[in-house]
């Protein structure tokens, strides 16, 4: 008997690049830690796409290999295998000279712990005009620039104290304001609010916020924090070394003219199709080892397996 094709809708004749036109792109990213005869994979094909001017959070358990991804995209950090390019640089083939050019001016890296962010002996105008001397940036505009960076983080009135005279938030900001100097395309932040108390976190997200919008910087943010990740477009879950869920965040406005911010869960598939199903969802159903899937003509569904085991 013949069988009738499925009619299924046809795929464009060539797919596009993955992420072509994405600012920062990661594809199947594995980075391998070898410590004595241990290795832990602490990237484990992680996909990721950030497109030019978004700011999004990275959330995900201890461990789950969020400063490791930070730390490749800083240019601080090599990966295994996969690909990873931001902007116009490839990070798994750059040169030393041509990493050092990438942390100088394509990206901007706030440390985990405010302290590795600053000199102590130096002020905070003397920091941000650190990285403008070692690009070569002409003396009048590295004035101009340390001033107008310091006042839009709101930290203005601390040019001329060191760090030990700064309260931690306004080191942070400090911080920030460093990493911005040579007018980076991607600002890096690993947990700026971790150290701080809920209101300093929220000015300090508050200015990053800030520098996103005005300067048009794309931010990535590491937070532990929901308050934090609850305030950003979009939010990427990192589990066991790979992108598993994205919360995309938009505010509606309902019919009587007021608004609220609707969040919307996604999973994240990677380029070979595969999907991870939450654990409440397979417990849910016993989905175990075999499900079955079906087309219909929207979506697709996945069933529990009811047949007979082998
Ligand atoms: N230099 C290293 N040598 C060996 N293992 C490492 C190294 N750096 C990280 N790891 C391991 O890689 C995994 C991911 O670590 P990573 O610091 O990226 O996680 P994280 O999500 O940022 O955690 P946290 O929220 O606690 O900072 C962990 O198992 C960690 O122990």
Request: charged letters at 25%.
């Amino acid at each position: 008997m013949p069988i009738t094709p499925l009619s299924l809708p046809q795929p464009p004749p060539r797919a596009p690049e993955f992420g072509r036109d994405s600012l920062i792109v990661c594809e199947n990213l594995v980075r391998i830690y070898q410590s004595g005869s241990i290795e832990v994979q602490a990237l484990q094909g992680l996909d990721l796409l950030v497109e030019s001017g978004e700011m999004i959070a990275v959330v995900g358990a201890s461990g789950s290999g969020k400063s490791t991804l930070l730390s490749i995209l800083a240019g601080v950090d090599a990966p295994t295998a996969g690909r990873a390019r931001v902007d116009r640089w490839d990070l798994l083939a750059m040169s030393r000279a041509d990493r050092v050019r990438y942390r100088r001016h394509t990206v901007g890296f706030v440390r985990q712990q405010t302290s590795a962010n600053l000199i102590p002996y130096l002020t905070a105008r003397q920091m941000v005009d650190l990285p403008m001397t070692a690009a070569r940036t002409p003396a009048k505009v590295r004035r101009a620039r340390a001033a107008e960076l310091l006042e839009t983080l709101g930290v203005a009135d601390c040019a001329d104290r060191r760090p030990g005279q700064l309260s931690g938030g306004q080191q942070m900001r400090v911080a920030i304001a460093v990493a911005l100097a040579n007018e980076p395309r991607v600002l890096l932040a690993d947990e700026p609010t971790g150290e701080l108390d809920t209101a300093t976190a929220a000015q300090v997200f508050a200015a990053l916020r800030d520098v996103n919008r005005r300067l048009g910087v794309t931010v990535v943010v590491v937070t532990h924090d929901p308050e934090v990740s609850g305030q950003v477009e979009r939010t990427v879950a990192i589990r066991d070394g790979r992108t598993s869920s994205e919360v995309l965040r938009r505010t509606a406005t309902a019919d009587d003219g007021g608004t609220h911010v609707i969040a919307e869960e996604y999973a994240v598939m990677d380029r070979a199709g595969r999907v991870q199903v939450p654990r409440d969802y397979r417990e849910a159903l016993a989905l175990t080892r075999r499900v079955r899937l079906a087309l219909e003509a929207d979506h697709v569904t996945i069933h529990p397996d009811l047949g007979e085991r082998p």
